[in-house]
């Protein structure tokens, strides 16, 4: 079964009460809820985590290198800051999707730089809570290619004739 690993960063266990005009009223615990609900419909093991600490998040990434074959993340504000959450993402060869609940690029300035966008798959803002549902099924549809392509391409090279020793 395929297994993704949800990852969200700082701030967000707050979400429902923190900045309702900027984030909303959904509460972390229902956007995780709607995860699971469509993992289960896509048959997708999912794995969901929140943590305030940057290390935190970088042994989660690094972890995530045997058993897992996606991870979607919103490093919230070390977006703009964490090389260490960056480099964790590039170390691990495991597609990321960043997700933001809020559009960043239209928000201060600071905002606009995400260290982790060079290194991800994709990168969804501004949806709400629906980014999250949307990056589940752009990663799941990528995986599964993927592993068409790596299947077809161990079936070719089982199917290629073997050189005889001259
Ligand atoms: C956020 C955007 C970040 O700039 C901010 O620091 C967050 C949340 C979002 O989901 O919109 O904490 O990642």
């Known amino acids: ?12 266990n707050l979400l429902g009460t923190r900045e309702q005009s900027i984030y909303g009223s959904t509460t ?28 935190e998040l970088v042994t989660w990434i690094q972890d995530a290198r045997t058993g897992y074959q996606g991870i979607i ?10 090389i260490a959450i960056r480099d964790a993402i590039a170390a ?24 982790i966008a060079g290194v991800a798959l994709a ?8 980014g999250y549902t949307l990056a589940l099924r752009g990663l799941s549809e990528h995986i599964a290619k993927q592993g068409t392509t790596a299947g077809t391409a161990r079936l070719k090279q089982a199917r290629r004739p073997k050189r005889r020793a001259p």
Request: charged content about 20%.
């Open 92 to 115: 691990v060869n495991v597609p990321a999707v960043e997700v933001h609940l809020s559009n960043i690029h239209q928000r201060e300035e600071f905002r606009h730089r995400s260290y």
């Open 1 to 12: 079964m395929v297994r993704v690993l949800v990852l969200h960063g700082p701030n967000l």
């Open 28 to 55: 972390l615990e229902a956007i995780d809820a709607a995860i699971s609900e469509l993992a289960d419909e896509l048959g997708v093991a999912v794995d969901i985590r929140q943590s305030n600490i940057e290390g």
């Open 73 to 82: 993340i919103n490093p919230a504000a070390y977006t703009h800051t964490s």
């Open 123 to 130: 990168q969804i803002a501004g949806f709400g809570p629906t």
